[in-house]
């Protein structure tokens, strides 16, 4: 599989305008909707918005060295209290992501990536590239999500075509 700095730039402006989109749909929200179990993996729309918060962060202390986040797959549902702090959060791991596209060379993502894997129990290594695709198809997966829960509690969800992305930002 071999993926280019071009493809990482572009999935990265897409996460963002796709999580500039959800935070504008969860502003329509009172926190007790945000909460609401509404019977997804995650449970609530915060708690899949914080898993996939969670994912990013963990992906991207392993591309970058940066810290790793605190606790396991478990823990994500709870990693933000509140949609402000949800808010910030992920307007500072977008901002990491385009600042890694922006400077990421086609040699960054050659070769294997190794770490160590919870989910798993043990070391596990992987080409970079594959991570890097995963990365983005978990953003695009667990954003699914979000969108049909959005559109069960009544708010109208976001355009999430990528074919629509606009040209240009702000991505922030």
Known sequence: ?????????TMARYNAWQNRQVKACFESLDPAA?????????????GTANHLLWGDLIWMSRFTGSQRPAGGIEDTPT??????????????????????????????????????????????????????VHMFNHQTHHRGQIHAMLTGA???APVSDLAFMPEEGPWL
Do not use: H, N
């Open 1 to 9: 599989m071999m993926i280019t700095p071009g493809y990482c730039l």
């Open 34 to 46: 945000l909460k609401q179990d509404r019977k997804a993996f995650f449970g609530s729309l915060l």
């Open 79 to 132: 990693l933000t209290a509140t949609r402000e702090d949800w808010e910030i959060a992920r307007f500072r791991a977008d901002a990491d992501i385009l600042i890694w596209s922006e400077r990421v060379k086609t040699v960054d993502l050659t070769g294997d990536l190794t770490w160590y894997s919870g989910a798993v129990g043990r070391e596990v290594s992987k080409p970079m590239a594959l991570c890097v």
């Open 154 to 156: 009544g708010v109208k």
